[in-house]
């Protein structure tokens, strides 16, 4: 337009982007981050002082590298057979295997409540066997296995894409120097699949840290962060101790994508 420069019109495209930035970006994380200092500035350290508090927080750590440590496992395994030229009906096995990406955790959480819950169907098995109506859907395990049905389809995707796109040459010249099949996987595949794992790892970790529907439906036996927020300030209406847990759960989040983009030397986002 005449008269308006190229800067100024790119101010002016900026400007409502800048204003929606500001408004539900910078704003929020202001006052989450001021919000604790009305208790006290002991209210941002409550998670070391307080046990259960804690407790919550190493549930939390301990269930998400757990999860985080087996769906890279399987993960890994199953994208390198995908990967594989001579695999039969690939496509139709991948879009199986991905199909819980089109469920929300809240509808996981019910899979395995309709599986192991109380009116579950192996409940109804173990009751008929006579050993009475055996659940774990509502413990460690239901939020372990519910995490690891959630993540793996993801993992799954992505070391399947990163297989296909390896150097082939480079297995084929250490096949031909006899290398047998755990030495591939240490020597060759491994390092192709660093940034793979790294990311995967990081997103996998990063999102059971945070997952709320799923350990919303589950978590009733085994507190995790997400639920001790949400009951903070629904429950007892306590912003400030709510706003300093979900600066720990966030620091702690924060803390392995920068870790995994410094291991890998790329970006890791959600």
């Not at 296909?164 to 040459?169: E, L």
Request: proline share 4%; net charge positive.
């Amino acid at each position: 337009m005449a008269g308006i420069s190229s800067r100024q019109a790119l101010s002016a495209c900026m400007m409502p982007v800048s204003i929606f930035f500001a408004a539900f970006w910078l704003l929020p994380i202001a006052l989450l981050v001021t919000l604790p200092a009305k208790q006290g500035w002991e209210t941002y350290f409550v998670i070391l002082t307080d046990a259960r508090y804690a407790r919550s927080l190493v549930n939390t750590l301990l269930l998400s590298i757990g999860v985080t440590m087996l769906t890279l496992t399987l993960g890994l395994a199953v994208g390198l057979y995908l990967a594989k030229p001579h695999v039969v009906a690939r496509r139709m096995l991948l879009s199986l295997l991905t199909l819980p990406l089109s469920f929300p955790g809240v509808v996981v959480g019910f899979f395995i409540i309709l599986l192991g819950g109380r009116q579950g169907a192996l409940a109804d098995f173990f009751e008929w066997l006579g050993f009475g109506r055996i659940t774990f859907a509502y413990g460690l395990t239901g939020l372990f296995l519910a995490y690891l049905y959630f993540s793996l389809p993801r993992v799954i995707a992505s070391y399947t894409a990163a297989a296909q796109a390896m150097d082939r040459s480079v297995e084929e010249a250490a096949r031909s120097l006899g290398a047998n099949r755990f030495q591939l996987l240490r020597d060759v595949w491994l390092p192709q699949l660093t940034p793979t794992t790294a990311a995967c790892a990081a997103i996998v970790f990063a999102t059971a840290m945070g997952a709320f529907g799923t350990a919303f439906t589950l978590a009733s036996k085994f507190e995790v962060l997400p639920i001790t927020i949400y009951s903070e300030f629904t429950n007892y209406a306590n912003f400030p101790l709510a706003a300093s847990l979900s600066i720990t759960l966030g620091l702690v989040t924060w803390l392995a994508l920068f870790l995994a983009r410094r291991w890998t030397g790329v970006g890791v986002s959600l």
